[in-house]
């Protein structure tokens, strides 16, 4: 069965920099597009980022390029996302994606979720 099990959440202070990282299992992860989507305290499910066959097919928004960046390694099935010179704003929960079908409107009911990584961005 699919699992996705993200780690490496935590707190961080404004201008700090966190990897996370989603341990993958139960699908052929090498050929699977992945995301990671997040939602921060009473706002909706937002987009983060989106990569595809490899680490030079990646999709970031505007509001988040330059700041996040996703990677993957398909010899160890893991999914990362690395985020520097983090903000106040950034603090919600970061989830891992797999067969999201709306980067738009992310819905919680399609696909499969990890069960989400609390990152918190305070002084």
């Known amino acids: 069965q699919v699992q996705l099990v993200e780690s490496g959440g935590g707190l961080v202070q404004p201008g700090g920099s966190l990897r996370l990282s989603c341990a993958t299992s139960g699908f052929t992860f090498s050929t699977s597009p992945m995301y990671w989507v997040r939602q921060a305290p009473g706002k909706e499910l937002e987009w983060v980022s989106s990569i595809y066959v490899d680490n030079t097919h990646t999709y970031t928004p505007k509001s988040l390029q330059g700041r996040f960046t996703i990677s993957r390694d398909n010899a160890k099935n893991t999914l990362y996302l690395q985020m520097t010179s983090l903000k106040a704003e950034d603090t919600a929960v970061y989830y891992c994606?797999?067969?999201?079908?709306?980067?738009?409107?992310?819905?919680?009911?399609?696909?499969?979720w990890g069960q989400g990584a609390q990152v918190t961005v305070s002084s």
């Open positions: 994606v797999k067969d999201l079908d709306s980067v738009s409107h992310p819905n919680r009911n399609r696909g499969f």
